[in-house]
């Protein structure tokens, strides 16, 4: 018995790339679809999700876990604290993710934006929620062209409360993220949340409420900046989602048991299928196109039609443009190494400058009049010693002058801080000569542990002397 595949005409003909539901109707209705891409993405998006809402809930040494304090300066990420003095690691950090994605869009194109991106996960959560709530992609066509009723309105209100109640959650969480989360909870929770606090939570519900349900892949192709510049990243070798023509054409329907040869055809049965999972609504036959994101969904798809028809898998594939023309993809080529070193090379660099990160921190200020004539006749200069403990237990520190023969340093020379303390210490330093050597010169003044003085930090200053008297 002779099986065609079933296709569904429920797009607009007039408008291909669009899959709509009446004229005037600009979504993009996405069929749901399963394989190993859509796998690998779902599980690489739950592992963001978890990540992104479980880990504002954990807690060390009895505060939270992950805290951007803004009101403090501090950045705690579980057991270390960085202050804006380590800023420099962070710039480290964007540069290396910088790096990585430039390494990987080289590699393999768009994987970023297909598996990782959170725009593209978002969009794949409220995607669902459209198939949980308004039914599979035909279903949801024939709401959307439906008049108004009690029907369409409840499957509406759901998914709109779906979408809701997670970019509330989402916003919330972000917000957490800067503010404890357990007491903003219990704020939002009982109505009292303060202005500003209610203002973010409010501004990133409202960014992934419309991001993510209403404007999609607009955000992609014409707000993202990286779909821009990635294409200048292609070379011949990089693995890009594509169709192969060359196997595919003549496209046309056929019976299952007909030889496509025999009847002058490909391997493309023109099912459609490819375009109607494509959340961007494009057909990957009409080559590489900036709306592509590399979600693989048209691999999925066009496989199972594949399998369907007794046909080799790889119609659609992850292939380069040399492999497309018969010859072969170069893994190993010089922009990828470049990358690549570049990447190894700063991780290895940010690794050591973690390691060695002073964990006391030292700034000098010096007072804004000049000098002064103590009783004794000698000069004097007055400093403001700002010292930080960066560590979670209290220190014992010692002040001292690196080099400070003919000088006295007048003050404090041991001081305790809890963790995180910062402490702004007067200090003033006599010159013990009558006759100074010169008018300004550097002094050095260094802070270290008591008891592992080998842990220290250490800031220059100047001293003004009158060299006439
Ligand atoms: S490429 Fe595959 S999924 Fe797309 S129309 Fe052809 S056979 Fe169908
Ligand atoms: S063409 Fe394929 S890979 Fe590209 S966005 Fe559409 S479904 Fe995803």
Redesign the pocket.
């Known amino acids: 018995m002779s099986e065609r595949i079933p296709t569904v005409e429920t797009f607009e003909p007039s408008h291909p790339k669009k899959v709509k539901a009446k004229p005037g109707d600009n979504l993009i209705h996405t069929r749901s679809f399963t394989g190993l891409f859509r796998t690998l993405r779902l599980s690489g998006a739950a592992v963001l999700f978890l990540a992104f809402f479980g880990t504002v809930w954990l807690n060390w040494s009895e505060r939270q876990a992950v805290l951007w304090d803004l009101a403090e300066s501090k950045f705690h990420i579980f057991g270390a604290t960085f202050w804006p003095q380590d800023f420099i690691l962070l710039s480290a950090l964007l540069i290396i993710c910088a790096f990585g994605l430039f390494a990987i869009t080289v590699f393999a194109g768009r994987v970023w934006c297909g598996y990782t991106c959170p725009q593209s996960s978002f969009t794949w959560l409220f995607m669902w929620c459209e198939k949980v709530t308004e039914g599979e992609r035909n279903q949801r066509i024939k709401l959307q062209a439906a008049p108004w009723s009690l029907n369409k309105l409840a499957r509406r209100s759901a998914k709109h409360g779906l979408w809701l109640g997670i970019s509330v959650l989402t916003g919330l969480t972000f917000v957490g993220y800067f503010t404890p989360i357990r007491p903003l909870a219990v704020e939002l929770l009982t109505w009292q949340m303060g202005g500003v606090s209610l203002f973010w939570v409010l501004f990133f519900t409202a960014a992934t409420y419309l991001n993510a349900g209403w404007l999609r892949e607009a955000v992609c192709m014409h707000m993202c900046p990286y779909a821009r510049f990635q294409s200048v990243m292609f070379d011949k070798d990089t693995l890009t989602i594509s169709?192969d023509a060359a196997r595919?054409e003549q496209?046309g329907p056929r019976k299952r048991e007909v030889q496509p040869a025999h009847v002058g055809l490909g391997?493309?049965?023109?099912?459609?299928?490819?375009?109607q999972v494509c959340p961007t609504g494009i057909d990957?036959?009409d080559g590489l196109q900036m709306e592509c994101i590399g979600c693989a969904a048209?691999i999925d798809?066009?496989d199972s039609?594949?399998d369907k028809m007794g046909y080799a898998r790889g119609?659609?594939s992850y292939t380069s443009e040399h492999q497309l023309q018969g010859g072969k993809t170069h893994l190993l080529r010089p922009r990828l190494i470049g990358y690549s070193a570049v990447l190894l090379v700063m991780i290895a660099a940010l690794g050591v400058a973690l390691v060695e990160r002073p964990m006391v921190s030292l700034d000098v200020t010096k007072d804004r009049g000049l000098f002064r004539e103590n009783s004794q006749g000698l000069i004097e200069n007055i400093y403001s010693l700002k010292v930080i403990n960066k560590t979670q237990q209290r220190q014992d520190y010692r002040l001292e002058l690196v080099d400070g023969d003919g000088f006295q340093l007048q003050g404090p020379t041991v001081i305790s801080l809890a963790p995180g303390e910062i402490s702004d210490v007067p200090m003033s330093v006599t010159l013990l000569a009558e006759t100074p050597a010169s008018s300004s010169q550097t002094i050095r003044f260094k802070v270290s542990e008591v008891d592992e003085p080998w842990i220290f930090s250490a800031a220059d200053s100047r001293f003004v002397a009158p060299l006439n008297r």
């Open positions: 169709y595919g496209r391997d493309c049965i023109d099912c459609q299928l490819c375009v990957i036959r048209c798809a066009c039609i594949m119609l659609v």
